[in-house]
Every structure is written in structure tokens, then in C-alpha cells.
């Protein structure tokens, strides 16, 4: 049973419009969540993070908000740019858990793609 | 400079042979993962290993197999037990607690079976 889940398959933008890239997750426990960016071929390379203490986190043309109660986070782009097109996944921790300790549970993926 | 290699890029088995795939990390962290990815399932976790001489099966591990007899070391065997091994594998590592920035993954490995 999937415990991060990434309901988009695929998002399509035009380039300098905003990206909002959702994710859910069913475990209550978990107090980490990440971005992960990857193009074709290559290793997921990450992108930001937020901790389970914030609702907010912002680092260039990237913000990732998380809305605990609702168990949802989401991830802005603005303004969107050709060179952004790739998979993104999002993943979570649980810390401090014993033999789960640093483990990162990730959801399928969206791939995302924006248009001149 | 630090970072995780993966060997090779393009691996081709052919059926009923088992095949190791490498991954090396002198970041020095204490964990190494092994993931791997399909179209439409993301990334699922094979084997990871938080100290050396220690490991433990993730989601997939049947048809698998790891050691770490090196901190620096992590390779995987894909046995010819696996049904589906033609994927897309991934290596990484991480810190204790190391949660701000997560994994630093290798490039990946293709494997093929033919």
C-alpha cells in the first residue's frame, strides 16, 4: 500500500506560468518530506525540503507547501522554464523510527512538461 | 569530488544468468539504498543498509541480493530467481538524520535481459 501518493501521471505548462505539482501521504508519522527532480537516464537529484514544523519553504523559483491536517503537500514553480521538464517525485521520512530510521518512501512520480 | 558511481550504465543479461551491479559512495555516509524504477511504479525499494555488515530487504527483495562488507560499497546481485529484472536501478546513500537533503543517488543502471 502506497503511503505517498502522486495522483498526477503527467502536468503540462506553458512556460512563465506557475507549476503546481501535488502529493498526499497516509502516514501520520512521517516529519520529513522532499522534492526530487530527474531527467531520463539519470539519478533523482533533489530539489527542496520541508519539515513537519513548517507550512512553508521557498528557495529560488521553488516553493513546497505542506498542509499537515489534510496530509498534503505541494510544489510551486514560478515562472515555469523548458528546462524544468522532467519527473518529479516526492517522497517522505519518518526519523527516528528504529529500523525505519532515514528511510524515504517516494510516490510515482509526475512528469512534468512546459511549452515555449 | 564526493559522490556515488554506478557501473555499468548498460548491463545485458541473458536469461537464467545472474549479474552484479555496482555502486561506490566516498561521501562517507553510513546508509546505501538500492531502488528501483519502472515506467508508471516510481522508485521501490530493493535492499538498503544502514552500517556495514548489515541489511535489510525493502519492498522487492525477492529475486535479489546484497552485502556490504565495505562502507563505501553496495552491490547488488540479480539472481536468476528475479521473474522481471529488466529495469531501470538506482544506488544511493545518506547520512544519519541527514533529511534536509535526503539521498544522493547515482546515475542508475540499466539492465536489460535478452
Known amino acids: 500500500d502506497q503511503q505517498v501518493k502522486q495522483n498526477s501521471p503527467s502536468l503540462s505548462v506553458q512556460e512563465g506560468r506557475i507549476s503546481i505539482l501535488n502529493c498526499d501521504y497516509t502516514n501520520s508519522m512521517f516529519d520529513y518530506f522532499l522534492w526530487y527532480k530527474k531527467y531520463p537516464a539519470e539519478g533523482p537529484t533533489f530539489l527542496i525540503s520541508i519539515s513537519s514544523i513548517k507550512d512553508k519553504n521557498e528557495d529560488g523559483r521553488f516553493t513546497v507547501f505542506l498542509n499537515k491536517s489534510a496530509k498534503h503537500l505541494s510544489l510551486h514553480i514560478v515562472p515555469s522554464q523548458p528546462g524544468d521538464s522532467a519527473v518529479y517525485f516526492c517522497a517522505a521520512s519518518g526519523v527516528g523510527r528504529g529500523s525505519t530510521l532515514g528511510r524515504l518512501y517516494f510516490g510515482r512520480g509526475t512528469q512534468l512538461t512546459v511549452w515555449p | 569530488d564526493g559522490g556515488i558511481t554506478q557501473s555499468p550504465k548498460y548491463l545485458f543479461r541473458k536469461e537464467g544468468q545472474n549479474v552484479t551491479l555496482s555502486c561506490e559512495q566516498n561521501l562517507n555516509h553510513d546508509a546505501m539504498y538500492w531502488y528501483r524504477q519502472d515506467p508508471g511504479q516510481g522508485l521501490r525499494l530493493i535492499y538498503y543498509s544502514q552500517i556495514v555488515n548489515d541489511f535489510q530487504k525493502g519492498d522487492i527483495a525477492e529475486g535479489y541480493s546484497v552485502s556490504r562488507e565495505k562502507k563505501e560499497s553496495f552491490p547488488l546481485t540479480v539472481t536468476s530467481a528475479q521473474k522481471n529484472p529488466t529495469a531501470f536501478y538506482l544506488c544511493?546513500?545518506?547520512?544519519?538524520?541527514?533529511?534536509?537533503?535526503?539521498?544522493?543517488f547515482g546515475s542508475g543502471t540499466r539492465l536489460t535481459v535478452v
Open positions: 544511493a546513500s545518506s547520512s544519519p538524520g541527514g533529511m534536509v537533503y535526503g539521498y544522493t
